[in-house]
């Protein structure tokens, strides 16, 4: 179903929090900044869902990290951005399958049929970072 931005923003902070209490050695922190006139489709809202779950997943099993960050905000372009971010062994430090697995790609294809872009950034040692930016509808423009 329909929800406004700020609305998601809270459940994929309650989701998050849920998937990471049982990962002792993992810290999770959450930030949004959400404009509560912005509304997600029902499409926005799954596929949205779904790319934090596996970016989230993606963490929690291979990453190896101890703090992993959460960002849902609205820009003032009306774009919403999703971002996931861990200090972990990077992508350059697990197999080339995993680059090129279902998961990533996946995401990748979420993000375009939402007319959005989906960006990996790695480093070895320092981390990867999923960043997904849609454009929004606004009710009031």
Not at 16 to 36: A, G, N, P, T, V
Not at 129 to 138: D, H, Q, T
Request: glycine share 6%; proline share 1%.
């Amino acid at each position: 179903q329909a929800m406004t931005l700020d609305k998601f923003a809270e459940q994929v902070e309650n989701y998050s929090r849920k998937q990471m209490e049982y990962q002792d050695d993992i810290d999770l922190f959450f930030e949004s900044k959400c404009d509560d006139s912005l509304d997600l489709s029902p499409v926005q809202v799954l596929n949205c869902f779904r790319i934090i779950q596996e970016a989230l997943t993606n963490c929690a099993k291979h990453s190896r990290a101890e703090n992993i960050w959460i960002e849902v905000r609205s820009t003032v372009d009306y774009r919403l951005l999703l971002r996931v971010k861990d200090d972990g062994i990077g992508l350059h430090g697990r197999r080339d399958d995993m680059l090129n697995g279902n998961g990533m790609l996946n995401m990748k294809k979420r993000a375009e049929e939402l007319g959005g872009s989906l960006t990996i950034s790695k480093s070895t040692g320092k981390g990867t970072e999923v960043c997904v930016e849609i454009p929004l509808a606004a009710r009031n423009r």
